[in-house]
């Protein structure tokens, strides 16, 4: 497109200018439409470009960009490498550029760089290197080794197009029910603000530019305190409690965020109950989001709404309602107004745009109150260097994504995160770990091949001289339907049936348990019954059996407290850190070779 008959740049293309004037000379020439499309930021897939999606029930990426006017995509699904995601995303780029202000895509993603597969959280590695759960690195406790970490994803995703994290997640497992709990740093304040600073840095540098990816902080005002630990993504965990009144406490991570230069944040779905806030969601809260977050907080950038807010869907055949808790009552543009007034600037998961344009049309939102969220958006638009540089090298991206080397500091990272529980002795002398080459071992949870390379394997747990046994953490499998059968809730104990049969495995083998927290897990004994216990957050069989032959050392230590029961977590308090009785195993527990 020709901007003039002398080719002359318009201002909003010109790198030149200070980035507020180009914002303003583009909000300038901003239809409504364009304007109410930038309000909106949705899920797509990757596949054809005129293709949609019928699981989450969206249309082709194309309409949305040409029809709706919508530049902020949340990407799910991945290519096989990096040189195809790098030409989808290339193609994408030069559709947008071929409209009539040619406004680039801002592409987000879920985390992609660990183990866990929910589609409404996360997303798995793919063709990128592979690392632990956030959980790890809290078990790491080093905000150097996270910053390198966000560093790699930064570039990795910085190579294939992807420009805004829709994460950290730095809510507080003070709930230890919650489902939640694998994309935190744990239940401590102090060491996960500590941590968000570095996670800032590696993504964004020491401030937002071309090189950057955005961070997107959630779930202000801090997810976790739950009632019951369920989760406000469904109707029967929407309330957030704060019984010890610590809603200072579950703050201090988002100001360290806000400090280390966050530019977009998301507020959670809960609904607080029996505080001084309005009885609604975050998402719809002006006491949380313009009272706290923008004035006294004096964040100034992108507030985006968690997905789904405003519109009932179904998905994978089951109702899922919008997450309008408070706001049940209101029609969907009433919502929109009072999400508006409580300070958003953009929803999150929907595709409501007549909705809006209709509100401006017939004067219930203004054009001006549209322009204070769009220079928002525009800004973070320039200051990514996106109309500079809307392409990606598609080579470099097949070099660069998933890197051996990254891959190699990946796999270190998840063997340096196992945490070593208990470590008994075997008849009275060494300790049980690490183990010795070419013992006769029976395994769960471990596959074969990977074990061959370390032990003989047999086939029962009396023929061998060791037992392996990689479980998870226990859940209650409640058959609700839908998506809330990826959410992980309920009792932390193991049932009666499958704690006896482990246990019966202890007492014929020595035997070693690998449990993966994603969440904490009430051990019930199986500490005492099985000669070691080590818990990791997100880690390979070959990163554990490196640790557990010796090639490593354990080097994790607990982001949180190992309740002793159900009981003493139903008798705590939901926001208090630190808060079950006499804990199995305390926040900081991990032994060393």
């Known amino acids: 497109m020709t901007d003039t008959v002398n080719e002359a740049p318009l201002p909003y293309r010109d790198a030149s200018l200070p980035i507020d004037e180009r914002v303003e000379d583009l909000l300038g020439r901003m239809e409504l439409a364009d304007k109410v ?21 969206l249309p082709s990426i194309s309409s949305m960009v040409r029809k709706r006017r919508m530049s902020h995509f949340n990407l799910l699904g991945a290519a096989p490498g990096g040189r195809e995601f790098a030409a989808w995303h290339n193609a994408l780029q030069r559709m947008a550029l071929d409209t009539p202000l040619g406004i680039p895509i801002t592409l987000s ?12 959280t996360s997303l798995m590695a793919g063709p990128f290197s592979q690392w632990p759960e956030t959980l790890g690195f809290a078990a790491l406790a080093s905000p150097e080794r996270l910053e390198r970490f966000a560093d790699i994803a930064r570039q990795e995703y910085l190579a294939v197009g992807l420009r805004v994290a829709l994460h950290p997640q730095i809510d507080l497992a003070t709930e230890p029910r919650w489902s939640r709990i694998a994309g935190t740093f744990g239940e401590d304040a102090d060491l996960t603000s500590r941590l968000v600073v570095g996670y800032i840095r590696g993504f964004q540098g020491s401030e937002l530019g071309p090189d950057s ?3 997107m902080v959630k779930h202000f005002p801090g997810g976790g305190p ?4 369920e989760d406000p993504h469904f109707e029967w965990g929407k309330e957030q409690v704060y019984p010890g009144g610590q809603q200072e406490y579950h703050l201090r991570p988002f100001i360290a965020a806000i400090g280390a230069g966050a530019t977009q944040m998301m507020p959670y779905y809960g609904q ?10 975050f998402g719809f809260n002006k006491g949380v989001l313009t009272d706290l977050l923008r004035d006294r907080l ?76 769009v220079r928002r958006l525009l800004r973070e638009k320039f200051r990514l260097g996106l109309f500079e540089n809307p392409f990606v090298d598609e080579e470099a991206a097949e070099s660069l994504v998933g890197r051996a080397d990254f891959v190699a500091e990946g796999l270190d990272a998840q063997s340096d995160s196992l945490t070593l529980l208990t470590n008994g002795a075997v008849d009275g002398g060494s300790p049980m770990l690490p183990l010795a080459r070419g013992v006769k071992v029976y395994a769960e949870g471990v596959a074969a091949d990977a074990l061959a390379a370390y032990a003989t394997v047999v086939e029962s747990p009396e023929d061998a001289d060791v037992a392996i046994l990689r479980i998870k953490a226990p859940f209650e499998d409640r058959d609700r339907g839908g998506f809330s059968d990826l959410f992980h809730s309920g009792s932390l104990e193991f049932p009666a049936e499958e704690h006896a049969r482990l246990t019966a495995i202890a007492e014929t083998v020595p035997t070693v348990i690998d449990i993966y927290l994603d969440r904490p897990a009430v051990l019930g004994g199986l500490e005492d019954a099985a000669r070691a216990v080590l818990a990791d957050y997100g880690a390979s069989d070959a990163a554990v059996l490196r640790v557990l032959f010796g090639e490593r050392g354990p080097q994790g230590s607990l982001p949180f407290d190992l309740p002793r029961s159900d009981a003493a977590v ?14 199995t195993f305390r926040f900081g527990h991990g032994l060393r070779y």
Request: aromatic residues 8%; contains cysteine; glycine residues 12%.
């Open 272 to 281: 607080p109950v029996g505080t001084d806030w309005e009885e609604v969601g």
């Open 109 to 120: 993603t879920d985390p992609r760089h660990s183990f866990s597969d929910n589609p409404l």
């Open 226 to 229: 739950q009632l019951d630990g």
């Open 37 to 57: 499309g930038m309000l909106f930021h949705t899920m797509a897939a990757y596949a054809d470009l005129d293709e949609g999606n019928p699981t989450f029930g």
């Open 213 to 215: 990816v955005a961070t």
């Open 298 to 373: 004096g964040f100034d950038g992108i507030v985006c709404t968690d997905w789904g807010l405003l519109t009932d869907v179904v998905v994978f055949g089951a109702d899922m309602p919008a997450r309008a808790w408070g706001a049940e009552d209101l029609t969907r543009p009433q919502r929109i107004v009072k999400a508006l007034d409580a300070g958003v600037d953009q929803f999150g998961g929907e595709l409501c745009t007549d909705e809006l344009r209709g509100l401006v049309e017939r004067g219930e939102v203004s054009e001006a109150r549209l322009d204070v969220s």
């Open 570 to 583: 139903v008798a705590s308090r939901s926001d208090v850190a630190f808060d079950t009785e006499n804990p």
